[in-house]
């Protein structure tokens, strides 16, 4: 059985451009979440999808936005992007959502020149 | 308050001994409790979640729970040096309605002595 995918595995890009990072959950699985993890710190959260819906969200500014599509495979968009955005992030699924147990992508890392 | 409190380390223990990893959470209705592995450049894998107070074992590695105090460890036996990671805590976060998330703690990087 296939994981979490994560594509692409780097990407960089230069301050105020776009950056759209993608994932495919493991197949069953509904809830997509996104985590920022910036060099020296702990997982952050993002945002949680559950069938197509956003679910919640983490402490983090408006630029930072994604969607759920029909198939549960999602987007993170980060528009307007600073340096401080350069961070590996990590997609997880799991197959319900809250507390769930959720399994994690190889994730993408950005880097924001 | 941190939802979520891992003394930061670094913890290095010797070969063969056994290195016992400490969490606690702040939210008193926190209801799962999950142990990740993080290799350096890698994401978390999943090591052992727990859901009731006391011990749940898993080959060379054990995790208690104790709701009353707040706190969920991980005791690894027999540690190898492929133990070398950051294991980070993770503890379901009741926040509104059935929105919960799972909050991580900061993790704690563990060294283990050949």
């Known amino acids: 059985e296939a994981g979490v995918t994560q594509s692409p595995t780097h990407l960089i890009k230069t301050r105020g451009q776009q950056a759209t990072l993608r994932c495919s959950p493991i197949?069953?699985?509904?809830?997509v979440y996104w985590y920022q993890q910036a060099l020296g710190l702990g997982l952050q959260f993002l945002l949680w999808?559950?069938?197509?819906?956003?679910?919640n969200r983490g402490n983090f500014p408006p630029r930072f936005s994604g969607r759920q599509f029909p198939n549960y495979s999602s987007e993170l968009n980060v528009n307007a992007l600073e340096l401080e955005d350069s961070a590996l992030y990590l997609c997880?699924?799991?197959?319900?959502?809250?507390?769930?147990?959720?399994?994690f992508g190889p994730g993408t890392r950005l880097l924001v020149l | 308050q941190k939802e979520v409190e891992q003394n930061s380390g670094p913890l290095s223990v010797p070969e063969g001994a056994i290195a016992s990893l400490n969490c606690t959470y702040s939210?008193?209705?926190?209801?799962?409790f999950f142990w990740y592995r993080q290799y350096s450049g890698k994401s978390p894998e999943l090591i052992m979640f727990?859901?009731?107070?006391g011990d749940k074992e898993d080959g060379r590695f054990t995790a208690q729970l104790n709701k009353a105090s707040q706190y969920v460890s991980l005791l690894i036996r027999d540690s190898q040096p492929s133990d070398s990671a950051t294991y980070l805590c993770?503890?379901?976060?009741?926040?509104?309605?059935?929105?919960?998330?799972?909050?991580f703690g900061k993790g704690i990087t563990l060294s283990v002595r050949p």
């Open positions: 939210d008193r209705g926190s209801q799962s």
């Open positions: 727990i859901y009731s107070n």
């Open positions: 997880a699924s799991s197959l319900g959502g809250g507390g769930t147990t959720q399994y």
């Open positions: 993770a503890v379901n976060a009741r926040g509104a309605g059935a929105n919960s998330k799972l909050t």
């Open positions: 197949s069953g699985h509904t809830s």
């Open positions: 999808y559950d069938e197509g819906e956003e679910r």
